[in-house]
Nanobody
Framework: QVQVVESGGGLVQPGGSLRLSCAVS??????????MAWYRQPVGQQRSFVAN??????NYADSVQGRFTISKDNAKSTVYLQMNKLKPDDTAVYYC??????????????WGQGTQVSVVA
């Protein structure tokens, strides 16, 4: 069974940095049938896309482009989100998502429990 566990959240001042980690168990992540992503959800708002990484490519939301970097360590089945130049608007619960293509050719989503990031002066 696939499990996704985030870590690394915390309290940081504006302009600071944090690195989130997402450990995936039950499957490897080095495959073109697996896409790893980060989403975030501020209090009272909907969950929104932050970044994803596939076999060769990565994508970012406009709001984090140039400040956040998504990467992965296939050997450790771990995905990272390096967040620099943090702003108060980045305050949210950050969720890791594993999107895996099943044998029925349908994509299945696996979510972690989330980790809180708070950017406060």
């Amino acid at each position: 069974q696939v499990q996704v566990v985030e870590s690394g959240g915390g309290l940081v001042q504006p302009g600071g940095s944090l690195r989130l980690s997402c450990a995936v168990s039950g499957t490897g992540i080095d495959s073109n049938s697996k896409i790893m992503a980060w989403y975030r959800q501020p209090v009272g708002q909907q969950r929104s896309f932050v970044a994803n990484i596939g076999y060769h490519t990565s994508n970012y939301a406009d709001s984090v482009q140039g400040r956040f970097t998504i990467s992965k360590d296939n050997a450790k089945s771990t995905v990272y989100l390096q967040m620099n130049k943090l702003k108060p608007d980045d305050t949210a619960v950050y969720y890791c998502n594993a999107k895996i293509l099943g044998t029925d050719l349908k994509w299945n989503d696996y979510w972690g429990q989330g980790t809180q990031v708070s950017v406060v002066a």
